[in-house]
Nanobody
Framework: QVQLVESGGGLVQAGGSLRLSCAAS????????MGWYRQAPGAQRELVAT?????????KYADSVKGRFTISRNNAWTMVYLQMNSLKPEDTAVYYC??????????WGKGTLVTVSS
């Protein structure tokens, strides 16, 4: 079992920055990928950014956030961050931390709300 706790959400003006943190605990050794997803009101949950763990670390970003958001982690994979710059009102959503195990089981945090005002 993997437990995830997000933090860092809040209210920010358009053009501003925010850094989200995800603290992971439990069977981290079994995780092969971690990332951030978001869900806006009335919308489906969508991928924001992911890190694939393995011999080579791969990064993936949604087209809508490329160049603005950066995902990172610590060496132990117990912390995952999402640096969000040049925020737009359309970035407003609940952001969820996600971990995928080697058997493709997914774990989710409870989410942190990010609100971007114009």
């Amino acid at each position: 079992q993997v437990q995830l706790v997000e933090s860092g959400g809040g209210l920010v003006q358009a053009g501003g920055s925010l850094r989200l943190s995800c603290a992971a605990s439990g069977s981290i050794f079994s995780v092969n990928a971690m990332g951030w997803y978001r869900q806006a009101p009335g919308a489906q949950r969508e991928l924001v950014a992911t890190i694939t763990r393995g011999g080579r670390t791969n990064y993936k970003y949604a087209d809508s956030v490329k160049g603005r958001f950066t995902i990172s982690r610590n060496n132990a994979w117990t912390m995952v961050y999402l640096q969000m710059n040049s925020l737009k009102p359309e970035d407003t959503a609940v952001y969820y931390c996600n971990a995928e195990s080697v058997n493709w089981r997914h774990y989710w945090g409870k989410g942190t709300l990010v609100t971007v005002s114009s």
